[in-house]
């Protein structure tokens, strides 16, 4: 049947897809990891994940059940705390305590928004795929000084302990200063402050439209283009496959990475009888070289260089002297 220009006007147009920052911000890590938990072959579950999720929920809680007041928001989730889920409870009022104490400080004129969803439409529909939205969910929102500036707060949980060169270069912050550039067009300025809640400091990122918006509207073209071609490519590295949850089924895993997720204590046992035979081996090597010398293979030399006065025996790569090879 030939398809005419009516049908063609008439075609309902396919649904959007929607794309949080979590599964981005995976795919741009390694796209084989984020596909595996789109697919169900793994959760992606942690005890600290689960500490982020219930901190979150008390805050929506929060924000649902007091009006405009704001102080009256930070009593009512100080209140909740103790209500989190039993298991955690802890570690939940560990991670919002901080938050609850840096809120009171906060004027609240400035408040342009809290928990705040910010989506954006990527790519328009076409006859191959849906629009394309992005969305993320924005913890804290400050105005700056005038209407050229804002104050993005986030609160961090974890274990991992940003620096401000992290926070400069990490995805979450190319995603939501990216989405913020383009809700917000009058905004020029973004300062983007991690908030560790754990270990009570911040990593802080200052982005600017001008130098910043393209590279980090290319860096998330790509990571889309992988994410509607479902990619399985996968990206290896020790840094990586160290904390993924799909080493267990992941042919590409680091092969440490595998070993340390099978057995973490049998890992860290073996690292410690290791380092027990290093140091034995040192010791043994040290004796013989103050009676016998230096002992070699190639040019990798046990032995002493003679500083000054001091003489310490230990491993090095044995260079041709500069001065003997000028001379020659
Ligand atoms: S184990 Fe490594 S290569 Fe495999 S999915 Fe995870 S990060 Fe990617």
Same mark, same amino acid.
């Given at each position: 049947?030939?398809? =005419?220009?009516?049908?063609?006007?008439?075609?309902?147009?396919?649904?959007?897809?929607?794309?949080?920052?979590?599964?981005?911000?995976?795919?741009?890590?390694?796209?084989?990891?984020?596909?595996?938990?789109?697919?169900?072959?793994?959760?992606?579950?942690?005890?600290?994940?689960?500490?982020?999720?219930?901190?979150?929920?008390?805050?929506a809680e929060s924000l649902e059940s007091v009006d405009e007041n704001y102080l009256d928001l930070v009593d009512y989730l100080e209140n909740e705390l103790p209500t989190a889920r039993?298991?955690?409870?802890?570690?939940?009022?560990?991670?919002?305590?901080?938050?609850?104490?840096?809120?009171?400080?906060?004027?609240?004129?400035?408040?342009?928004?809290?928990?705040?969803?910010?989506? =954006?439409?990527?790519?328009?529909?076409?006859?191959?795929?849906?629009?394309?939205?992005? =969305?993320?969910?924005?913890?804290?929102?400050?105005?700056?000084?005038?209407?050229?500036?804002?104050?993005?707060?986030? $609160?961090?949980?974890?274990?991992?302990?940003?620096?401000?060169?992290?926070?400069?270069?990490?995805?979450?912050?190319?995603?939501?200063? $990216?989405?913020?550039?383009?809700?917000?067009?009058?905004?020029?300025?973004?300062?983007?402050?991690?908030?560790?809640?754990?270990?009570?400091?911040?990593?802080?990122?200052?982005?600017?439209r001008e130098r910043d918006y393209y590279n980090f509207e290319g860096r998330i073209q790509e990571t889309v283009r992988l994410r509607m071609e479902d990619s399985n490519e996968a $990206?290896?590295g020790m840094e990586k496959c160290c904390w993924c949850c799909v080493t267990a089924i992941c042919p590409h895993v680091v092969g440490e990475a595998l070993e340390l997720n099978k057995?973490?204590?049998?890992?860290?046992?073996?690292?410690?009888?290791?380092?027990?035979?290093?140091?034995?081996?040192?010791?043994?090597?040290?004796?013989?070289?103050?009676?016998?010398?230096?002992?070699?293979?190639?040019?990798?030399?046990?032995?002493?260089?003679?500083?000054?006065?001091?003489?310490?025996?230990?491993?090095?790569?044995?260079?041709?002297?500069?001065?003997?090879?000028?001379?020659?």
């Open positions: 049947m030939t398809t =005419t220009i009516n049908d063609i006007l008439n075609r309902k147009p396919l649904d959007a897809q929607v794309y949080d920052r979590s599964d981005l911000e995976k795919t741009s890590g390694c796209p084989f990891e984020a596909k595996a938990i789109r697919d169900g072959k793994v959760k992606d579950v942690s005890m600290l994940a689960d500490v982020g999720i219930e901190g979150h929920r008390l805050l039993p298991d955690i409870q802890p570690e939940v009022i560990k991670s919002l305590r901080g938050a609850t104490e840096e809120l009171r400080k906060i004027d609240p004129g400035r408040i342009i928004g809290i928990e705040k969803q910010y989506s =954006t439409e990527f790519l328009k529909a076409t006859r191959n795929h849906g629009a394309i939205v992005l =969305t993320c969910c924005q913890d804290l929102l400050l105005a700056g000084k005038d209407e050229t500036v804002v104050i993005l707060f986030d $609160w961090k949980t974890g274990y991992k302990r940003r620096t401000s060169t992290d926070a400069q270069s990490d995805f979450q912050t190319c995603f939501y200063s $990216w989405i913020l550039f383009r809700e917000l067009p009058k905004v020029q300025t973004i300062h983007f402050f991690y908030e560790q809640t754990r270990y009570g400091t911040r990593a802080y990122a200052k982005l600017e $990206w290896p057995d973490k204590e049998g890992y860290l046992n073996q690292y410690i009888a290791l380092k027990a035979r290093v140091a034995a081996i040192e010791r043994g090597m040290k004796a013989h070289c103050k009676k016998h010398g230096e002992i070699r293979s190639g040019n990798q030399v046990f032995g002493y260089k003679e500083t000054k006065k001091i003489v310490s025996y230990k491993l090095y790569v044995d260079k041709p002297d500069k001065t003997n090879n000028e001379d020659e």
